[in-house]
């Protein structure tokens, strides 16, 4: 069974210009997450989406925004980037949403310079 | 509001030694509890959860942790550490929902880095 895959795995992005990371859960799930890793912040979250609908959203700016298509796939969009956003953002897609285990993909490295 | 603290951002054990990595929560509600491990520039592994069945949980790789209700911990443990252990771990409680229950996000402690050496 594959696993949770993001693409790209790293992306360099210019200030102020925007950015759409990918995300493909495991086949059967329908809740996918989005957290954003920083060294100085940790690991915080963005959002999550569940049979497509926004059920649950963090902290962070309008700038910060995603979707979930019918087939559970997921895209989270970043826009007027800034240096401070540069970070590993982290997908999860778990079976169901409220405490299933959360299985992680391998990440999207974005610097933006 | 809801936290997770684990205790010593950096953890350092001899190859052979026994690990133990700590975590406190704050929970209203009765959580749902997790370790993750984490190598460089890679994603979260799961190595073992709680949900509310037998106290003491066994995970991958030899990591086992124990919940404690009135400690509010959730500690995690390796009898015997070795070096392909090295790497970041993290604690994580799932949040509250207002309507009882938990939501789907994870919150995650700070982090610990265990290294081990030979």
């Known amino acids: 069974k594959a696993g949770v895959t993001q693409t790209p795995r790293y992306l360099i992005k210019t200030r102020g210009q925007q950015v759409t990371l990918s995300c493909s859960p495991i086949?059967?799930?329908?809740?996918v997450s989005w957290y954003q890793q920083t060294p100085g912040q940790g690991l915080q979250f963005l959002f999550e989406y569940f049979s497509e609908t926004q059920r649950n959203k963090g902290n962070f700016p309008g700038r910060f925004s995603g979707r979930q298509f019918s087939n559970s796939r997921s895209e989270m969009n970043v826009s007027t980037l800034e240096l401070g956003d540069s970070a590993l953002y982290l997908c999860?897609?778990?079976?169901?949403?409220?405490?299933?285990?959360?299985?992680f993909g391998q990440g999207t490295r974005l610097t933006v310079v | 509001a809801q936290s997770v603290t684990q205790l010593g951002s950096h953890v350092s054990v001899s190859e052979g030694a026994l690990v133990l990595l700590r975590c406190n929560y704050s929970?209203?509600?009765?959580?749902?509890l997790f370790w993750y491990v984490q190598y460089p520039n890679q994603g979260l592994q799961l190595l073992l959860k709680?949900?509310?069945?037998?106290?003491l949980v066994k995970g991958i790789n030899g990591f086992e942790a124990e919940f404690k209700k009135s400690e509010t911990s959730f500690h995690l443990t390796k009898p015997s550490a070795h070096m392909s252990d090295a790497a970041e771990y993290f604690c994580a409680v799932t949040a509250p929902s207002y309507y009882g229950g938990s939501q789907g996000n994870l919150i995650f402690g700070k982090g610990t880095k265990l290294s081990v050496k030979p």
């Open positions: 929970s209203s509600v009765p959580p749902y």
């Open positions: 709680y949900t509310s069945a037998a106290t």
């Open positions: 999860a897609s778990s079976l169901r949403t409220g405490g299933a285990e959360a299985f």
């Open positions: 086949s059967g799930h329908r809740s």
